[in-house]
């Protein structure tokens, strides 16, 4: 994260904590209580993106984690129909080659279960009008070919590594944004609402709204609340 994103996600926390201290002050007004949650569902997003986004090793793990069921499940699937028309149809030699179960798939390395999806998707695309009668369309055969190549590029780990990073950097970016946006449009004119009311609440929250810039400078920038 930038120093300015790391300001403006303390400033986020900061404002969610006074909003939760004074939970009382707007507990008879429905749309603050889904308000609330928004906020601290996209700091939850931006802490875990800033996460990944630091350790993108993780992030490529888990990609290649997500990515390597999704192939086994296909492959299998595919391989099941497979099997079936090699059986109706007395071929032994592509029974032989799609004759394997879900934990046959489940023990494979990587780099094994990405070249046994793709000699799925190979007999699959040979046998493709045959297969038709058994529900097998070109779109399914696609997907499991276009999944097994994000699956072998997910083993090259420093390529991964780099995408990982990239996408977490982005959604840093989209989620501060996103609360940012709820906050000027939303919570400002709300707790601007509310004092009269609650004046300890609103002042609270307008301190909490100034951005402090932690760098050298320790200058104090408001978010221009709109209260």
């Given at each position: ?47 875990d ?22 192939v ?5 699937t ?10 109706d ?11 394997f ?8 390395r990587?780099?094994a ?10 007999l ?5 009008p ?15 070919d276009a ?6 590029d ?38 601007a ?15 909490a ?15 221009a609340?709109?209260?």
């Amino acid at each position: 994260m930038t120093d300015r994103q790391t300001d403006r996600l303390d400033m986020l926390r900061a404002t969610l904590t006074v909003i939760d201290d004074h939970a009382d002050a707007w507990a008879a007004i429905p749309v603050m209580a889904r308000y609330r949650d928004d906020l601290s569902t996209a700091i939850d997003r931006v802490r875990d993106a800033a996460q990944r986004q630091a350790d993108p090793a993780s992030a490529v793990t888990a990609v290649k984690d997500q990515l390597r069921t999704h192939v086994r499940d296909a492959a299998w699937t595919l391989a099941a129909a497979l099997q079936a028309w090699a059986a109706d149809t007395d071929r032994p030699d592509v029974a032989a080659q799609a004759d394997f179960s879900p934990s046959d798939l489940i023990q494979l390395r990587d780099a094994a279960l990405a070249d046994q999806s793709e000699l799925i998707v190979d007999l699959a695309r040979t046998h493709a009008p045959d297969l038709a009668d058994y529900g097998v369309l070109p779109p399914e055969i696609d997907a499991l070919d276009a999944l097994d190549d994000q699956f072998a590029d997910a083993l090259s780990t420093p390529r991964a590594a780099i995408v990982a990073r990239s996408r977490a950097t982005a959604e840093i970016a989209i989620e501060i944004r996103n609360a940012t946006r709820l906050l000027r449009g939303s919570l400002d004119p709300m707790v601007a609402r509310l004092t009269a009311s609650s004046p300890d609440f609103a002042r609270e929250y307008r301190t909490a709204r100034i951005i402090i810039d932690r760098g050298i400078t320790g200058d104090r920038s408001p978010d221009a609340p709109n209260m």
